[in-house]
C-alpha cells in the first residue's frame, strides 16, 4: 500500500504545496511529508481529514493506494485486468 503517493500526487494535482496542505489539513508540513514519503502512518482521523481537503472518499484513497503485494496471490490475476481501468475511471471522477 502506497498511500503516501497517492496523498502526494492528488496534493500535487490541485496545485497544492506541502506547506499550504499541511495547513488546511491541521497538521506540519513535516508531518506531511514523513506522510507523503511513507515514513509515518497517519492515524484515522488524519486520513479523513486529508482525504476531505483532497475531495476524495476515504475508501477511494486507500483503493487507490493498492498495489499487487496487497492482494491475495488468489485474486492477483483479476487485480491485474481490473485495476488499471478502475484507476483511471477514479480519476476521472475525483481528479478530473
Known amino acids: 500500500m502506497n498511500i503516501g503517493k497517492v496523498i502526494k500526487d492528488s496534493r500535487k494535482q490541485k496545485g497544492l504545496t506541502q506547506t499550504e496542505f499541511a495547513l488546511s ?6 508531518y ?3 506522510i507523503e514519503n511513507n515514513a509515518k502512518d497517519p492515524n484515522l482521523s488524519t486520513l479523513k481529514v486529508i482525504s476531505s481537503n483532497l475531495d476524495i472518499p476515504l475508501p477511494i484513497l486507500f483503493f487507490m493506494s493498492l498495489n499487487e503485494e496487497d492482494i491475495s496471490p488468489e485474486k492477483r490475476k483479476a487485480f491485474e485486468i481490473i485495476n488499471p481501468s478502475v484507476k483511471s475511471l477514479i480519476n476521472e471522477f475525483f481528479r478530473g
Request: aromatic fraction near 0%.
Open 25 to 30: 489539513c491541521g497538521i506540519t508540513q513535516t
Open 32 to 34: 506531511l511529508s514523513q
